[in-house]
């Protein structure tokens, strides 16, 4: 976590909350009775900011400042768009829309490579949820290696909502799983397209897979019988990639 990207104090995090200021999350003192911090996480849940109450040692241990005073925010880099400006963006560009959904990648690094790798794919955008997933953080902006700043990234409360929103402008979802029904060099991923990425440890959400009309599995040689999310993501990426340039 950058300094850069860190906020902390009763004023300061109010005052970036009533900006408008693009916040991946915010850190409370758990079990305060201040009726200021009550203010705080208010105010955020109406922005939709995700709001956590954890022990003071915790933000003692996040502070740049030594002064918290019981909150801090964490910052994005950027800010966040909406799926459907990713869906406008493909249409500006007169291409078939390719986007990556991640579904609860909770280090920033492995987010940063996934939105790293789709950018050089061509995909038009990746949409991350709100709760349970990394944030487009400085961690995460530095291992996109720049990426970040040229691809859109939209947060959404419900990704299955924003699944099935996709699905009703004619993509179709392919969810990424290990003993999935379709191995990936025989399945057809050409046309308009989302690919869902899952978590590092628990994979698809039940939920979200529900919502997938494919599930591809690449196919493992070796002992070990799962590839890191970032790694899967590019290789799923880049079939999308062969099969629209055959």
């Not at 900006?19 to 109406?46: E, M, N, Q, V, W």
């Not at 002064?67 to 249409?91: M, N, T």
């Not at 978590?199 to 040689?221: K, T």
Request: proline share 3%.
């Amino acid at each position: 976590m950058s300094e850069e990207n860190i906020i902390e104090g009763k004023n300061a995090v109010i005052e970036a909350i009533r900006a408008g200021r693009s916040l991946d999350k915010i850190f409370l003192s758990r079990g305060s009775g201040d009726k200021s911090l009550a203010f705080i996480a208010a105010s955020a849940r109406d922005k939709g900011v995700v709001v956590t109450e954890c022990d003071r040692r915790k933000l003692d241990a996040m502070s740049v400042t030594g002064a918290h005073q019981g909150v801090i925010a964490v910052a994005a880099v950027r800010d966040y768009c909406q799926p459907e400006d990713i869906l406008a963006r493909a249409a500006e560009l007169g291409q078939d829309p390719f986007v990556v959904v991640c579904d609860g990648i909770e280090d920033p690094r492995n987010l940063g490579a996934v939105i790293r790798c789709a950018e050089c794919a061509g995909a038009h955008g990746v949409i991350i949820p709100k709760r349970r997933s990394a944030g487009i953080t400085a961690a995460a902006d530095k291992a996109s290696a720049g990426a970040a700043e040229h691809l859109p990234v939209a947060r959404v409360p419900n990704l299955t909502a924003a699944i099935q929103g996709l699905k009703k402008q004619g993509l179709w979802v392919y969810g990424a799983e290990a003993g999935g029904d379709s191995r990936l060099w025989h399945t057809d991923m050409k046309g308009p397209i989302c690919l869902v990425i899952g978590s590092e440890g628990a994979g698809i959400s039940r939920i979200v897979r529900d919502s997938c009309d494919f599930i591809v599995s690449i196919p493992l040689m070796g002992q070990v019988n799962s590839l890191n999310a970032s790694a899967a993501a590019a290789i799923l990426m880049y079939e999308v990639v062969r099969q629209r340039h055959e």
